[in-house]
């Protein structure tokens, strides 16, 4: 029964966020939550996201997997760089004037996807090994760069504490992923691989679980701010849509220009494009106001019907962009000039 719910959670997770926002608001507006401490329900709901997807992410494999260091280095400046360019841009324009909003916009630009990369690329029929590497090398870089950038766009926002905050990501980031890895390996060895991959199904389904804890009480706590200014939601919802738009309309020509296959174009796209849900959400429920986590919790709902567009909607399309055809009933061709 919880693996059909755990399941559920991970297909339809832009349903649950959504009526989960719904009912933190109900629940907010209905009962006082403003000088209740989530901080400690945080903390657990953060462990609870990252601590399996961290566990079903296969690090060893970037020994021998993707050697195209072109795309990686191009991903990660687009993800890092280019999009905290973009993430600046909006929050001094779109959200200028509401200084807990435009932080969580910060946030989403400087700190990139991680363990989604590798599904979405499996979906889109791109290079999977290619996007493990990015997506183990990009959460390694996260405490090295992500408070730099945030400091630096962010910084005249709010005050940032640059040193507690790579303490936060290597916390989070590090402490899972060496507890996933033995994790794995433990049960692995006593269970075997088969069962493994089956336990890891669920993986999803948990983290999702957490992210769904931290929306509900960041959410109540703000409900009666957000229910008397409404147009909080169209502000931020028009932000996150802006800031996609860029970033596919960026990533698109940058794979054009380098000339990169359709299987490594999608990878430069999605890496580009989307942010790490679990992580941001993390570090804003446990170091900023409740304000930016409600603005963050936005970016579940918006970022899955991007990509599901991108690929589903526009694949047809970019593969003929990249020069990827597919005849019916046929084997991809590639072209190549």
Same mark, same amino acid.
């Given at each position: 029964?919880?693996?059909?719910?755990?399941?559920?959670?991970?297909?339809?997770?832009?349903?649950?966020?959504?009526?989960?926002?719904?009912?933190?608001?109900?629940?907010?507006?209905?009962?006082?939550?403003?000088?209740?401490?989530?901080?400690?329900?945080?903390?657990?709901?953060?462990?609870?996201?990252?601590?399996?997807?961290?566990?079903?992410?296969?690090?060893?494999?970037?020994? %021998?997997?993707?050697?195209?260091?072109?795309? *990686? *280095?191009? %991903?990660?400046?687009?993800?890092?760089?280019?999009?905290?360019?973009?993430?600046?841009?909006?929050?001094?324009?779109?959200?200028?004037?509401?200084?807990? /909003?435009?932080?969580?916009?910060?946030?989403?630009?400087? *700190?990139?996807?991680?363990?989604?990369?590798?599904?979405?690329?499996?979906?889109?029929?791109?290079?999977?090994?290619?996007?493990?590497?990015?997506?183990?090398?990009? /959460?390694?870089?996260?405490?090295?760069?992500?408070?730099?950038?945030?400091?630096?766009?962010?910084?005249?926002?709010?005050?940032?504490? %640059?040193?507690?905050?790579?303490?936060?990501?290597?916390?989070?980031?590090?402490?899972?992923?060496?507890?996933?890895?033995?994790?794995?390996?433990?049960?692995?060895?006593?269970?075997?691989?088969?069962?493994?991959?089956?336990?890891?199904? +669920?993986?999803?389904?948990?983290?999702?679980?957490? !992210?769904?804890?931290? +929306?509900?009480?960041?959410?109540?706590?703000?409900?009666?701010?957000?229910?008397?200014?409404? *147009?909080?939601?169209?502000?931020?919802?028009?932000?996150?849509?802006?800031?996609?738009?860029?970033?596919?309309?960026?990533?698109?020509?940058?794979?054009?220009?380098?000339?990169?296959?359709?299987?490594?174009?999608? !990878? /430069?796209?999605?890496?580009? %494009?989307?942010?790490?849900?679990? !992580?941001?959400?993390?570090?804003?429920?446990?170091?900023?106001?409740?304000?930016?986590?409600?603005?963050?919790?936005?970016?579940?709902?918006?970022?899955?019907?991007?990509?599901?567009?991108?690929?589903?909607?526009?694949?047809? $399309?970019?593969?003929?962009? $990249?020069?990827?055809?597919? /005849?019916?009933?046929?084997?991809?061709?590639?072209?190549?000039?």
């Amino acid at each position: 029964m919880i693996r059909k719910v755990l399941m559920r959670i991970k297909q339809y997770l832009y349903l649950f966020v959504g009526v989960d926002f719904i009912f933190a608001l109900a629940a907010g507006s209905a009962v006082n939550m403003k000088h209740i401490n989530i901080r400690p329900i945080s903390m657990f709901a953060v462990f609870l996201m990252l601590y399996p997807m961290l566990t079903g992410m296969a690090v060893e494999k970037v020994k %021998t997997a993707g050697k195209n260091f072109r795309l *990686i *280095i191009a %991903t990660h400046f687009l993800a890092f760089f280019v999009a905290s360019g973009t993430a600046f841009l909006i929050s001094r324009t779109i959200l200028a004037g509401e200084p807990d /909003l435009a932080l969580a916009m910060v946030l989403v630009g400087a *700190i990139p996807c991680s363990n989604m990369l590798i599904g979405w690329t499996g979906i889109a029929d791109a290079s999977v090994e290619d996007a493990i590497v990015i997506a183990v090398s990009g /959460l390694l870089l996260l405490p090295v760069l992500s408070p730099l950038l945030v400091r630096i766009n962010g910084g005249t926002i709010i005050p940032i504490p %640059t040193l507690r905050l790579a303490g936060h990501l290597l916390l989070y980031i590090l402490i899972p992923l060496v507890l996933g890895y033995f994790t794995r390996n433990k049960i692995i060895a006593s269970k075997g691989k088969n069962y493994f991959m089956e336990l890891k199904k +669920i993986f999803p389904g948990v983290s999702a679980t957490g !992210i769904l804890i931290i +929306i509900f009480f960041s959410v109540a706590k703000v409900a009666p701010i957000i229910l008397h200014k409404p *147009i909080l939601f169209f502000i931020v919802a028009f932000a996150l849509l802006c800031y996609y738009l860029i970033q596919f309309g960026i990533a698109l020509i940058a794979a054009k220009l380098l000339r990169f296959p359709y299987e490594q174009a999608i !990878i /430069l796209l999605l890496g580009a %494009t989307a942010s790490s849900q679990a !992580i941001s959400l993390a570090i804003a429920a446990t170091m900023f106001s409740s304000l930016t986590v409600f603005a963050l919790s936005f970016k579940p709902m918006l970022q899955v019907f991007f990509i599901l567009a991108v690929i589903y909607g526009m694949g047809p $399309w970019l593969k003929h962009f $990249w020069g990827y055809t597919s /005849l019916a009933h046929e084997q991809p061709i590639r072209k190549f000039k």
